[in-house]
């Protein structure tokens, strides 16, 4: 302030000697005014706008020399665009500099005329310094100005915050105020007593139950221990909670037993608005609590003493007396008895007791029942409680009255009349209205449960039985009302429906279901069905040629008996009755059938054959012919290979017969082993075609010994005078001679089958068989045998396995067989004995080839023959096989000599033996 003070009296002192001093002093040229000026000054001309005239300080302020300046144009220099001089007096201009900021110039133009020429004097003065300090100024002023805004703003926001804050702390402190009267208030109308206490046991905080507890105001408790206000022996009970709350730091709840009362006490853990700790408490009186919850569960033990008893025991008796312990043991009654009234006349009995010894007698005198008649007349129960108690009934136990202690005696009725009396003693804590209340209820509901358990018994047992009778019945059965809807069904009519339950039959309409349509797909008009016409007309109606429907969509044939249902009069519905008829049906025709037809060929059997016979004996028919034939070899097929082999060999022959016969031929089998045919309209050339087509037949099909597996025989009838049965009988005959005269040729060719089949079964056979037919002829002839027994021993070389037919191949061929095996293995010795006994040619082989497996030592089979035991034949087969299994025929005379020598003993005779290595 002192400094801008001084320099306005320097101002104003240099203005009033600047005159003073300017007259006294000679001026200076304009040139020199210029040259010496601190600020540049150049001179412009007006027209051209080129610098005439620069002071030195251009030079130098601009960069440029002096000699550069004149005649350059002011514009250019100044970097602006063209535009008039005179505009830029007093305008601040900015000049680039090319070493550091822009320079702010201020110029100063005033208008010069010389010789008749207009300049410009133009003067800039460098305001570079004074922008800069005064947009510093203007910077400075703005920042002060908005830091004075914030703050006033911060001082109100401020200020508005600490109003706002104050208004809530006056809220949260009426909040508070608030809650904690309506915390005292809600504490105060619970029943329970709370308090809060420090950790000193200081009582911090009571409410009005306490007040009411103690008989205190909560001023002269606050402050005080809860020992010092409660009895003493309490005192200790809370204390000692109190210890093992704040021990262990978590919340405890015990029930307390004090001046008659139980108090529930819950403590738990707290912090103090200060931060310290303590401990808050709840105490409620739970005495009548208690006591409700025992009665409830009293309660609950009778309702389920009553489930348990009326659901686990089956006789009424065991019910009875398990009510009346279970009752006992309830009240805690040491003795306890039941007395039961007789229906016939009233009088009680005693039906069981509890706690005490046999009654002397069960049968109570009329008196002792009229008394407690008397006494309980009202239906009412009678307790007593105290002494003296009279009780003439236990008398009977031999138990004096001084005994008892208490008495609670208890009738019970079962539809208004008196069903018995329950008697309960000497109960500790006495008996209530409620026991008795209770008592009754119980053994009522047993007593009503025992009456109509025995009732349902009965009529379950009369519906069961019913049910048992309709379900055991093999027909189907059901009802149907006056609507044809179905009441009931048995198990065999679901069964033949194919409906699982009675539920998708019952209250459907029956004919819908099951007889809507024919088995053709006819629709049946209700109205029409026998069955609906049984409930119009009252008649039952049978039903044989009708199909019933199943629920899978499929029909059968039924018999079918309608039963109408009449009550007072009228018909009230109808009773079904079915079976499924299509096996009937099926039964009856294949009892036609099997009538006329052989069972196992198919073909028309003996009755049959006697019907028509007789049937096609007329003049139509002739002429007639009847082929009779009988089958060879049957008994032979059947004893080898067994019935079923024989069995096909039937059916071979018949299907032959059928198939070389004409439709119109009848072809019956008339006993085991015989067949006729009989052929309408047949001469005896045609019969003879016949016969020969027969037995072409038998050989291309590969019949068991083809042509001569049957032997046939015919006749022809021409005349009417001829009698058909001795046409039978002649054809019969013709057959016989046939058969006798190529029995030896049907053998051997039978034989020659049952060879063939062995060999084609087993190839290896045949050469078996030959070499050692070949074998067994050699050793004949080495044991010097007569030429009849080498032939017989030749022969039975050749067909000493021929029972092998019988068996397997696998079983033929097998190497290691096992003793199940080997046992049917040997099988084939029986057979080849049965094989060769049937022929005639081969008779004589029989009994040989069966024992040629026997061992000299008794080791072999079949009879396990030992020695001389064995027949001579047998034996030397046994050598042949011996030497064909060894390879005799090839070794040198020493190896036949050691196999020999160690067979002899013990496989084969050791006497033939000896012959033999002598003969060789």
Same mark, same amino acid.
């Given at each position: 302030?002192?400094?801008?003070?001084?320099?306005?009296?320097?101002?104003?002192?240099?203005?009033?000697?600047?005159?003073?001093?300017?007259?006294?002093?000679?001026?200076?040229?304009?040139?020199?005014?210029?040259?010496?000026?601190?600020?540049?000054?150049?001179?412009?001309?007006?027209?051209?706008?080129?610098?005439?005239?620069?002071?030195?300080?251009?030079?130098?302020?601009?960069?440029?020399?002096?000699?550069?300046?004149? $005649?350059?144009?002011?514009?250019?220099? =100044? #970097?602006?665009?063209?535009? !008039?001089? @005179? %505009?830029?007096?007093?305008? /601040?201009?900015?000049?680039?500099?090319?070493?550091?900021?822009?320079?702010?110039?201020?110029?100063?133009?005033?208008?010069?005329?010389?010789?008749?020429?207009?300049?410009?004097?133009?003067?800039?003065?460098?305001?570079?310094?004074?922008?800069?300090?005064?947009?510093?100024?203007?910077?400075?002023?703005?920042?002060?100005?908005?830091?004075?805004?914030?703050?006033?703003?911060?001082?109100?926001?401020?200020?508005?915050?600490?109003?706002?804050?104050?208004?809530?702390?006056?809220?949260?402190?009426?909040?508070?105020?608030?809650?904690?009267?309506?915390?005292?208030?809600?504490?105060?109308?619970?029943?329970?007593?709370?308090?809060?206490?420090?950790?000193?046991?200081?009582?911090?905080?009571?409410?009005?139950?306490?007040?009411?507890?103690? $008989?205190?105001?909560?001023?002269?408790? =606050? #402050?005080?221990?809860?020992? !010092?206000? @409660? %009895?003493?022996?309490?005192? /200790?009970?809370?204390?000692?909670?109190?210890?093992?709350?704040?021990?262990?730091?978590?919340?405890?709840?015990?029930?307390?037993?004090?001046?008659?009362?139980?108090?529930?006490?819950?403590?738990?853990?707290?912090?103090?608005?200060?931060?310290?700790?303590?401990?808050?408490?709840?105490?409620?009186?739970?005495?009548?609590?208690?006591?409700?919850?025992?009665?409830?569960?009293?309660?609950?033990?009778?309702?389920?003493?009553?489930?348990?008893?009326?659901?686990?025991?089956?006789?009424?008796?065991?019910?009875?007396?398990?009510?009346?312990?279970?009752?006992?043991?309830?009240?805690?009654?040491?003795?306890?008895?039941?007395?039961?009234?007789?229906?016939?006349?009233?009088?009680?009995?005693?039906?069981?007791?509890?706690?005490?010894?046999?009654?002397?007698?069960?049968?109570?005198? =009329?008196?002792?029942?009229?008394?407690?008649?008397?006494?309980?007349?009202?239906?009412?129960?009678?307790?007593?409680?105290?002494?003296?108690?009279?009780?003439?009934?236990?008398?009977?136990?031999?138990?004096?009255?001084?005994?008892?202690?208490?008495?609670?005696?208890?009738?019970?009725?079962?539809?208004?009349?008196?069903?018995?009396?329950?008697?309960?003693?000497?109960?500790?804590?006495?008996?209530?209205?409620?026991?008795?209340?209770?008592?009754?209820?119980?053994?009522?509901?047993?007593?009503?449960?025992?009456?109509?358990?025995?009732?349902?018994?009965?009529?379950?047992?009369?519906?069961?039985?019913?049910?048992?009778?309709?379900?055991?019945?093999?027909?189907?059965?059901?009802?149907?009302?006056?609507?044809?809807?179905?009441?009931?069904?048995?198990?065999?009519?679901?069964?033949?429906?194919?409906?699982?339950?009675?539920?998708?039959?019952?209250?459907?309409?029956?004919?819908?279901?099951?007889?809507?349509?024919?088995?053709?797909?006819?629709?049946?008009?209700?109205?029409?069905?026998?069955?609906?016409?049984?409930?119009?007309?009252?008649?039952?109606?049978?039903?044989?040629?009708?199909?019933?429907?199943?629920?899978?969509?499929?029909?059968?044939?039924?018999?079918?008996?309608?039963?109408?249902?009449?009550?007072?009069?009228?018909?009230?519905?109808?009773?079904?009755?079915?079976?499924?008829?299509?096996?009937?049906?099926?039964?009856?025709?294949?009892?036609?059938?099997?009538?006329?037809?052989?069972?196992?060929?198919?073909?028309?059997?003996?009755?049959?054959?006697?019907?028509?016979?007789?049937?096609?004996?007329?003049?139509?028919?002739?002429?007639?012919?009847?082929?009779?034939?009988?089958?060879?070899?049957?008994?032979?097929?059947?004893?080898?290979?067994?019935?079923?082999?024989?069995?096909?060999?039937?059916?071979?022959?018949?299907?032959?017969?059928?198939?070389?016969?004409?439709?119109?031929?009848?072809?019956?089998?008339?006993?085991?082993?015989?067949?006729?045919?009989?052929?309408?309209?047949?001469?005896?050339?045609?019969?003879?075609?016949?016969?020969?087509?027969?037995?072409?037949?038998?050989?291309?099909?590969?019949?068991?010994?083809?042509?001569?597996?049957?032997?046939?025989?015919?006749?022809?009838?021409?005349?009417?005078?001829?009698?058909?049965?001795?046409?039978?009988?002649?054809?019969?005959?013709?057959?016989?001679?046939?058969?006798?005269?190529?029995?030896?040729?049907?053998?051997?060719?039978?034989?020659?089958?049952?060879?063939?089949?062995?060999?084609?079964?087993?190839?290896?056979?045949?050469?078996?068989?030959?070499?050692?037919?070949?074998?067994?002829?050699?050793?004949?002839?080495?044991?010097?045998?007569?030429?009849?027994?080498?032939?017989?021993?030749?022969?039975?070389?050749?067909?000493?396995?021929?029972?092998?037919?019988?068996?397997?191949?696998?079983?033929?061929?097998?190497?290691?067989?096992?003793?199940?095996?080997?046992?049917?293995?040997?099988?084939?010795?029986?057979?080849?004995?049965?094989?060769?006994?049937?022929?005639?040619?081969?008779?004589?082989?029989?009994?040989?080839?069966?024992?040629?497996?026997?061992?000299?030592?008794?080791?072999?089979?079949?009879?396990?023959?030992?020695?001389?035991?064995?027949?001579?034949?047998?034996?030397?087969?046994?050598?042949?096989?011996?030497?064909?299994?060894?390879?005799?025929?090839?070794?040198?005379?020493?190896?036949?000599?050691?196999?020999?020598?160690?067979?002899?003993?013990?496989?084969?005779?050791?006497?033939?033996?000896?012959?033999?290595?002598?003969?060789?």
């Amino acid at each position: 302030m002192n400094s801008r003070k001084t320099r306005i009296l320097l101002i104003l002192l240099m203005f009033f000697l600047t005159p003073l001093s300017l007259w006294s002093v000679s001026l200076p040229t304009l040139d020199e005014a210029i040259k010496h000026m601190s600020s540049p000054v150049l001179l412009i001309e007006a027209q051209t706008k080129s610098i005439v005239h620069a002071n030195p300080i251009t030079s130098t302020f601009f960069s440029i020399p002096h000699d550069r300046l004149n $005649g350059r144009s002011l514009l250019s220099l =100044l #970097g602006l665009k063209n535009q !008039s001089i @005179v %505009d830029l007096h007093g305008k /601040i201009l900015s000049i680039p500099q090319a070493d550091g900021p822009n320079r702010k110039l201020q110029a100063s133009v005033q208008s010069l005329v010389s010789d008749g020429t207009y300049f410009y004097l133009v003067m800039l003065q460098d305001r570079t310094a004074q922008e800069h300090q005064l947009t510093r100024s203007r910077i400075l002023s703005i920042s002060l100005f908005t830091l004075l805004i914030v703050s006033v703003l911060f001082i109100a926001l401020f200020l508005v915050l600490q109003i706002k804050l104050m208004h809530k702390l006056e809220e949260q402190q009426k909040k508070q105020v608030y809650s904690i009267k309506l915390l005292q208030n809600f504490l105060d109308s619970d029943r329970r007593i709370s308090y809060v206490q420090d950790e000193t046991g200081r009582l911090m905080f009571v409410n009005a139950a306490l007040e009411m507890f103690i $008989g205190k105001h909560t001023d002269q408790m =606050l #402050g005080s221990t809860i020992a !010092s206000l @409660v %009895d003493p022996d309490f005192a /200790i009970k809370l204390e000692h909670l109190d210890e093992e709350v704040t021990t262990g730091q978590r919340r405890m709840e015990e029930d307390i037993a004090w001046n008659k009362c139980i108090y529930r006490i819950s403590k738990f853990p707290l912090v103090l608005p200060d931060g310290n700790p303590g401990l808050g408490t709840f105490v409620m009186d739970i005495t009548e609590q208690v006591g409700q919850e025992e009665d409830l569960k009293q309660n609950l033990k009778r309702s389920a003493l009553l489930v348990d008893v009326l659901s686990s025991y089956e006789k009424p008796q065991d019910q009875l007396e398990v009510a009346l312990v279970r009752v006992s043991e309830l009240t805690k009654s040491p003795i306890g008895l039941l007395l039961r009234s007789d229906s016939s006349n009233g009088a009680l009995h005693i039906q069981a007791w509890y706690g005490i010894e046999n009654p002397a007698v069960k049968d109570l005198p =009329l008196e002792v029942t009229r008394l407690f008649q008397t006494m309980l007349a009202d239906n009412s129960a009678l307790i007593q409680n105290h002494a003296p108690i009279k009780c003439p009934l236990f008398d009977f136990f031999d138990i004096s009255c001084n005994e008892l202690t208490s008495l609670c005696t208890v009738a019970y009725t079962v539809d208004h009349e008196l069903a018995g009396i329950v008697l309960l003693a000497n109960s500790p804590v006495g008996y209530k209205e409620q026991d008795s209340y209770q008592i009754k209820l119980l053994f009522g509901s047993v007593h009503t449960s025992m009456i109509k358990q025995q009732k349902e018994e009965e009529l379950a047992a009369s519906r069961q039985s019913l049910r048992l009778i309709l379900d055991s019945t093999a027909e189907g059965i059901f009802g149907i009302d006056q609507q044809g809807l179905c009441t009931f069904c048995n198990a065999s009519c679901l069964s033949l429906l194919g409906y699982e339950c009675e539920q998708q039959l019952l209250g459907k309409n029956i004919h819908a279901l099951i007889h809507h349509s024919t088995v053709d797909g006819t629709l049946i008009n209700e109205h029409d069905c026998p069955i609906r016409k049984t409930l119009l007309t009252g008649i039952g109606v049978e039903m044989e040629d009708e199909v019933f429907w199943r629920k899978d969509g499929s029909c059968f044939d039924v018999l079918c008996y309608s039963y109408p249902q009449i009550k007072e009069d009228a018909v009230v519905g109808a009773v079904v009755t079915f079976t499924n008829n299509t096996e009937r049906k099926a039964n009856l025709a294949k009892i036609e059938y099997l009538s006329f037809h052989d069972q196992l060929t198919g073909l028309y059997n003996r009755a049959y054959f006697d019907e028509t016979l007789v049937a096609i004996d007329h003049k139509r028919a002739y002429p007639i012919s009847i082929i009779v034939g009988d089958v060879n070899g049957l008994k032979l097929t059947n004893d080898i290979f067994g019935h079923t082999a024989g069995d096909t060999l039937l059916t071979d022959v018949a299907k032959v017969l059928s198939s070389s016969c004409r439709s119109s031929d009848i072809i019956s089998r008339i006993g085991g082993d015989e067949f006729v045919i009989l052929l309408p309209n047949t001469g005896s050339n045609t019969a003879q075609e016949i016969v020969d087509r027969i037995l072409h037949n038998l050989d291309s099909k590969g019949v068991l010994a083809g042509r001569r597996s049957i032997a046939l025989g015919w006749a022809t009838k021409t005349l009417k005078e001829e009698r058909i049965h001795d046409l039978f009988d002649a054809a019969e005959d013709r057959m016989y001679r046939q058969k006798t005269l190529g029995r030896t040729e049907t053998q051997r060719q039978q034989l020659e089958v049952l060879t063939n089949m062995l060999f084609t079964k087993a190839p290896k056979e045949r050469e078996h068989a030959l070499r050692v037919q070949q074998h067994a002829k050699r050793i004949g002839e080495l044991l010097h045998a007569s030429s009849e027994d080498v032939s017989l021993i030749t022969r039975a070389g050749f067909y000493h396995d021929i029972g092998k037919v019988v068996l397997d191949t696998k079983l033929i061929n097998a190497k290691g067989r096992d003793s199940a095996m080997q046992r049917q293995y040997q099988e084939h010795v029986i057979s080849g004995f049965r094989i060769l006994n049937t022929f005639e040619e081969t008779i004589d082989l029989a009994p040989l080839v069966l024992h040629h497996h026997e061992r000299w030592d008794g080791s072999g089979y079949l009879k396990g023959l030992h020695g001389e035991e064995i027949p001579y034949i047998s034996r030397v087969l046994r050598l042949a096989e011996v030497w064909e299994r060894e390879g005799l025929d090839e070794a040198s005379m020493e190896t036949k000599q050691a196999v020999l020598n160690k067979l002899a003993g013990t496989e084969v005779d050791p006497v033939m033996v000896s012959q033999i290595l002598t003969s060789l």
